[in-house]
């Protein structure tokens, strides 16, 4: 073992990741470092991915478990019997870049008191901004915004498009699907591959009103001009693979985790506009290394002596938040995390979770709850329980008036994230015990963190 290249133990945890686990694998193999070892933790997937995992990576470690235990148990298999000083977990939808381990190490080596570094976690794909120019009209008082059209939605072959700009918060139609009245310039950011695309675009003028004449560019290139209807329409563009070449950028997926005042968390990089989540540009603000509050757990080094410390990842968390309950408590016990954005790796957000979905929010509204039963003060932990409870009343109403199935799934999804809440409830309470005889569970570990948005 040298001082430069110690010892590293990467850890991907695949639950039916077939087609991505893989190509997870193949990218991390060719990572440039002198030593480092690989285990695939298999969360008893159905899709013949630990059978393609043998035969493709025979210098793998394969651990298969007998059910899906989640990402805290099924990590922690691993990681409670490697021996390595480093452990590395990866997300096995991301692609790492040939040197985004040798900056992970340097920074921990270099500061005794890092208990985690993270990688700059950027979207999968690059973005086309594409801009659309409307005429605006005002809507009878008492509302007082100047709208353009009614945007339900964009996608191109890679994904879909998020907003950016120029958009106000999200409606419901007559028939009860979501929208969003666009401003005079509604801004979006396309995903788009290495060549050419096509790209879709729902829109309508609004009801009963007249054709509405609407320009799209990207960059200073027009691309069409022609008129949205009142009823829903979609509009199709060709984007060549000069332009995706020239204009395509980079989005941050995360760049660390910051907490918010109420003790909920966001990836650094998220932005909200009118409510609705969109991610910002990989700019030079991206480019300075910087302690945060917490690392993603979809790529980062841990030290070793520091998960044994704190008895690894909390085993009570199925998955979400377990990354930064991990946070909070390192920092009790003096550890800190740094953001290092010399490691690059790309990241298919919610890839294999599917964001939104019913398992999707379950989980991540018990893990919040989990975690700030253990960490926060006890007000905030009711805020956010009759939070949960004041969604799963406005997705009730929609279920029963518009007679939406998903929405009645995340009613259920919310109620028995409550409900699991309650029944772990004894073991949250002892646990939080342990945390109180090391400081006050006021929230002050946030505090340096706290952002203005």
Known sequence: MTTDHPPVRIIVLNYNGAGRVERCLERLLATRYPDFRVTVVDNASSDGSPASI?????????????ANLGFSRGNNRALRTASEPYLGLLNPDTEVAPDWLQPLVARLAGDPLAGGVGAKLLHQYDRLPLRFSVPTFCPPPPDTRRLGVRFYGAESTA??????????????????????????DLELAVPVGDGEATFSVNLASGDGR?????????????????RVP??????????????????????IECAG???LADGSMRDRGT???????????????YNRPREVFAVKGAAVLYRRAMLEALDYLDDGIFMYYEDADLAWRARRRGWRFWYEPASVVRHEHAALS?????????????????MLGKNAPRSWVGRHAATALQ???????????????????????????????????????????QEARLAPLDGRELRPFLESS
């Open 391 to 433: 969604f799963a009343s406005g997705d009730f109403r929609n279920a029963l008036a518009l007679r939406d199935v998903e929405a009645a799934r995340r009613v259920a999804a919310r109620l028995r994230a409550l409900g699991d809440a309650a029944l772990a409830g004894p073991k949250t309470w002892r646990l939080r015990g």
């Open 271 to 285: 932005h909200l506009l009118a409510g609705v989540p969109w991610s910002a540009w990989d700019d030079a603000s």
């Open 257 to 259: 985790i910051r907490p």
């Open 230 to 251: 009142s009823e829903r329409t979609t509009l199709q563009i060709d984007l060549s693979a000069d332009m995706v070449r020239r204009l395509a950028r980079p989005a």
């Open 54 to 66: 043998e035969q493709a990576f025979p210098e793998v470690e394969l651990i298969e478990n007998g």
């Open 159 to 184: 994904g879909a498009a998020e907003v950016i700009g120029g958009a106000h918060g999200v409606e419901l139609n007559a028939y009860g699907h979501p929208f969003r009245w666009t401003a005079a």
């Open 354 to 370: 599917r964001e939104w979905s019913p398992g999707f929010v379950r989980n991540v509204e018990f893990g919040k709850l989990r």
């Open 210 to 226: 007249a054709p509405v004449a609407i320009s799209v560019s990207a960059g200073d290139q027009p691309l069409v001009e022609t």
